[in-house]
């Protein structure tokens, strides 16, 4: 059974940073594209990033492009997303994903496997 657990959450201030980590067990981690999506209170699940299985390939949501970076380190069976400049708007629950083939991909139904999410809070 495949399990996902995200860390790294918290409260900062805006314009500060955090990174989020998703370890991913029970799947040949390395075989698969993987995703972050947020969801805000009252709001739809928001896609973030998504990155293939080499992480040679990725792809950003427009309100965190050139903000945000994703990752992935095969060997440790865990992704990244780095997160600067945070905005208030930013404030969400991130969730990680693994998907269902090599490549990444920017729809959530795409994904076979979820994490149960980490808050992260931006003050302003």
């Known amino acids: 059974q495949v399990q996902l657990v995200e860390s790294g959450g918290g409260l900062v201030q805006a314009g500060g940073s955090l990174r989020l980590s998703c370890g991913v067990s029970g799947r040949t981690f390395s075989s698969y594209g993987m995703g972050w999506f947020r969801q805000a209170p009252g709001k739809e699940r928001e896609f973030v990033a998504t990155?293939?299985?080499?992480?040679?390939?990725?792809y950003y949501g427009n309100s965190v492009k050139g903000r945000f970076t994703i990752s992935r380190d095969n060997a440790k069976n865990t992704m990244y997303l780095q997160m600067n400049s945070l905005k208030p708007e930013d404030t969400a629950v991130y969730f990680c994903?693994?998907?269902?083939?090599?490549?990444?991909?920017?729809?959530?139904?795409?994904?076979?496997?979820w994490g149960q999410g980490t808050q992260v809070t931006v003050s302003s």
């Open positions: 990155i293939n299985w080499n992480g040679r390939l990725t």
């Open positions: 994903a693994v998907g269902q083939g090599s490549n990444g991909n920017i729809r959530s139904e795409s994904y076979a496997s």
